[in-house]
């Protein structure tokens, strides 16, 4: 597990720019880590983009970096991303983002957390 996490960490490290993506209809489990995750990357200076592909629930609204989190698919044309982080879900479909991800020109590094 300790090596997982180790490379995990140096694929966050090493990104150029990081898109979060919490599963569809996200719960607070699944928002908490996109904003925990949102704080950490703003700590060590790494550009990144949260998206959620439905509406999130205001009553999440509470939860720290919340309002970073985009629903806007334009976020997908407007940079490339070198790793994408999948958060609370093994599923690109249940994040619903496989079809982003199939129209991009290029492979960024995908990790589901």
């Known amino acids: 597990m300790q090596r997982i996490a180790k490379q995990i960490y140096s694929q966050i490290t090493n990104a150029k720019s990081v898109m979060l993506v919490p599963h569809r209809d996200p719960d607070g489990d699944a928002l908490g880590s996109v904003t925990a995750l949102i704080h950490f990357l703003k700590n060590l200076g790494i550009p990144h983009t949260a998206f959620c592909d439905t509406n999130i629930p205001a009553k999440h609204s509470y939860l720290p970096n919340f309002e970073h989190l985009k629903l806007d698919n334009s976020v997908w044309q407007d940079k490339k991303y070198d790793l994408i982080l999948v958060l609370d879900t093994g599923s690109l479909e249940r994040a619903g983002i ?7 020109d290029y492979k960024p590094t995908i990790v589901n957390i």
């Not at 496989?98 to 991009?104: G, V």
């Open 98 to 104: 496989d079809k982003y991800i199939s129209n991009l």
